[in-house]
């Protein structure tokens, strides 16, 4: 092979959609690929390949080509799906031409040149990457014949190269086209390369793609170039900074240039910051706008020097001398125990099947600790090797003691920023506004309005009660991901079966998004981590009837922590009121269904369960749903003193329909004693009318009232308003005082601050339209009391003049009298 000789391979890439400036900025595949061979010695063309590339989704997609590629390349979809071939064949097919050339592609001396850097930088190495495709070393290092031209010819600073035909217009050559090349331009390009050999230039400044992601620790007093800095946003939590390096394969990014941004628990929170060698690698990054990682497309916007700093830079010599063992992998540890020991990390490590050793020993482990000296529960090892990072993600929720670890490959900006934050509580995470800016780090709280509508904006809401916001590392939650839109809490409980019931009260949270949508996700609060394990573990990938759709639902076991991330979007719960800033917003706290009243049996029968009530997960119902849930547990927690009271009040009760109707003197000696016995136990007893409901009261009075309009009409039947004794009473000696005509004065129980109307006494009885109610008379007055056709009895005239005359000292209002 002639090893020696130098060879320029000049490549022309075209894409399924935008071509020039714009290539590989819509993140379309590669279709046409052409190689043009030429001997730099000789400066002659030695070989010519071109190769149609199929697209994955040519076979699902029509018209996947653009009018721009079927018009000035002139292939059409028929021609990529008969005659295209992969990429990888394409890429193994030239490397096997090259070598039947006797040319060795892998000699510094075989060259690559390309019309700017989109081809090789935008278009190659992104779609190899995504494709799992492995290029060959020379697709690493190339030549941009824009720049080369322009170095040579010493073209004018203001003079801008953005095609092949500007060049040939500054060179004042002639256009020329053959039919052997499916792109015209490609033969335009050839021409320039041998018009630069034949000039004398020599091809010795190359550019590089920097494939591996290398370690840097950036420090608080550093000065980044604001224009070499994006920020990324929509990653997947778990990603790393390999992940995000991946994104952008093919540009270069600075040592120790991605730095994921993480909140205020320390959590990333989707957003990293990049900085990059130089702008021109930034424009091509921010070309890479809302291209994938997966099916989640990530944003890219610019960003500042200052924001790169305050994510990565660190001031900690503990975290410098760490980071500067030299080690090629940083794993991250979460969950510890607080009692957690460096030998424990170790052992944890060096057991199992894929065995992995520690960087330096103890020495390799660093405990991430709080001011006062408290572990976090956190921990960062180092590890020499690359192909100890497989092997030791490999344990990732594996156990030490009773609890599962997490593991995550971790960068030194990560190492940095956690330290920080250990340090220092006020650091919190940068938030960003509509237009992907980095705006300062803000605290938000979310919560509900009256409407849906209200959440559009920046409305105050309501600060959430403490106990639905959780912190800490237990694992005694419940995450819920791909649930229909249209599902409610409702669903939720029917989706878990038997497992609700280990859900503690107001434990379930919808998450909704800025503009009051389902996001599709929600939290669980169980009882404790093991609730938590087999809710998880039974229902992770169940599928949830929604109507005629089926929606299979993912289910993983989570933390507080966790929960009150996405609950606050990142930021620190707080007690004021704050504007929307964040993208989820948390649902109602009031999520379980609230309890109705009780009914009659259940106050009878404290141990009754009581039935739940259809719930309403509107924010509208928030307040009545949680008032009822509060009366319902107050009512549980007297219900012993309820039945009490209610036996005494219809004892009471009996004795004055009693002296209403029958035409004799009770004993006064036996109900003196009655009443003093009574009243004694009632001041004993707490105060509980207020949270008794309307209908159980009517209840109460409703079987005596049956029995005493069952009486005899000769008797006309009257109901004195039901006396309610003030808890803190003391009781008063009764003394009887006789008046004329056998008339006497009402005992000290009458006393009633609060009258019953007659729908009180009798609801819903027939008889309520033929009710009449009669002044009392004075006590001057003349004449019958009642002027009917049938009037009461003697006796009962007198107890009425009696209980209404002004004398009384204890009745504070009239009694009330009703007949039929």
Known sequence: MRAATPYLCALYVATAGHQGNLLG????????????????????????QQYLVKPTEVDQNENMLSDQVTSDIGITEKMVKTSGIPLQDAIDKFDTYVKSLNIEPQAPMFRI??????????????????????????????????????????????????????LVNYLEITHEIDSQFYVAEVKDMVNIVQRLIADGHTFNSPEIVQLKLEPGICWKNEEVDNNCVVRARGLPWQSSDQDIAKFFRGLNIAKGGVALCLSAHGRRNGEAVVRFVNQEHRDMAMKRHKHHIGSRYIEVYKANGEDFINVAGGNSSEAQTFLTKGAQVIVRMRGLPYDCTAKDVITFFENGEQTCSVMDGEDGVLFVKKPDGRATGDAFVLFADEDDAPKALSKHRDLIGTRYIELFRSTTAEVQQVLNRAMDPSVRSTASDSNGNITTPVTTTAGVNNSPTALLGHVPLLPLPQHVITSGTRKDCIRLRGLPYEANVEHILEFLGEHSKNIVFQGVHMVYNSVGHASGEAFIQMNNEGSAAQAAMAKHHNYMSFGKKQRYIEVFQCSGEDMHLVLTGGGAASGALSPVAAKALLSPPGMLPAQPLMTTSQVANPGTPVPTLMPAWDPMSVYAQNLAQTLALQRAAVAAAQQQQQQQQQQQESWLYQLAQHNQLI???????????MNGGMAQQPNIQSILSPNAAHHLLDNSA????????????????????????????YVPVSAAGGQFVMPPTANSPQKRSWQQAFPGGHESSNKRQFAPPSASAAGPMFQMGQGPNAAAAAAAAAAMAASSPYLQHPAQFYTI
């Open 25 to 48: 900025s819509d993140e379309q595949e590669i279709v046409l690929l052409i190689y043009v061979v030429v001997d730099m010695t000789t400066n002659t063309v030695v070989g010519i």
């Open 113 to 166: 040149v390309t019309d700017g850097q989109l081809p090789i930088r935008q278009c190659l190495h992104r779609e190899s990457s995504i494709k799992d495709i492995e290029l060959p070393e020379y697709y690493n290092v190339f030549h941009d014949l824009r720049k080369d031209f322009s170095k040579f010819y010493n073209a004018p600073q203001d003079q801008t190269f953005n095609s092949i035909t500007d």
């Open 667 to 677: 004993n006064l000696a036996i109900l003196t004693k009655q009443q003093q016995d």
């Open 706 to 733: 049956q029995n005493y309009m069952a009486k005899t009409a000769v008797s006309p039947y009257m109901y004195l308003n039901m006396p309610r004794f003030p808890h803190n009473m003391a009781p008063k000696p």
